[in-house]
Nanobody
Framework: QVHIVESGGGLVQAGGSLRLSCAAS??????IGWYRQAPGKQRELVAS??????????ADSVKGRFTISRDNAKNTVTVYLQMNVLKLEDTGVYSC????????????WGQGTQVTVSS
C-alpha cells in the first residue's frame, strides 16, 4: 500500500527558513515533486527530483532559495525541501507527489502541509 506523508510545515516570519519532509513508501518512486497551492491560485510545481536522471528542477520563483534532496532508504524514500529566505508569496499548501520515472503527473499525492509566511 502506498503512503505519502508530508511534514514540517508551519508559521514562519519572512526571511526565515523551514524544511519540509515527504516520506514515500509502498512502491518504487523515481520522480518526486513538491507542489504549492497558494490561496486563490492554481497549484504549481515548486521543485522536483529524479533519481533515474540524477536531476532537480525548480520554479523560477524559488531558484536560489529552495533546495530539494532525497534519501533512499530500503523501503522508504524521503524527499526534503529546504526553504530559505521565505517570502510572503511562499505561503500555501505544499503537497508531495511521487511517481515512476517520467510519470510524475500520474503519481500519488500526500495530504499536504500548510506553510504560512508572515511579515
Amino acid at each position: 500500500q502506498v503512503h505519502i506523508v508530508e511534514s514540517g510545515g508551519g508559521l514562519v516570519q519572512a526571511g526565515g527558513s523551514l524544511r519540509l519532509s515527504c516520506a514515500a513508501s509502498g512502491s518504487t518512486f523515481n520522480d518526486i515533486g513538491w507542489y504549492r497551492q497558494a490561496p486563490g491560485k492554481q497549484r504549481e510545481l515548486v521543485a522536483s527530483i529524479s533519481s533515474s536522471l540524477g536531476t532537480t528542477t525548480y520554479a523560477d520563483s524559488v531558484k536560489g532559495r529552495f533546495t530539494i534532496s532525497r534519501d533512499n532508504a530500503k523501503n522508504t524514500v524521503t524527499v526534503y525541501l529546504q526553504m530559505n529566505v521565505l517570502k510572503l508569496e511562499d505561503t500555501g499548501v505544499y503537497s508531495c507527489r511521487a511517481g515512476e520515472a517520467g510519470a510524475l503527473r500520474l503519481g500519488y499525492w500526500g495530504q499536504g502541509t500548510q506553510v504560512t509566511v508572515s511579515s
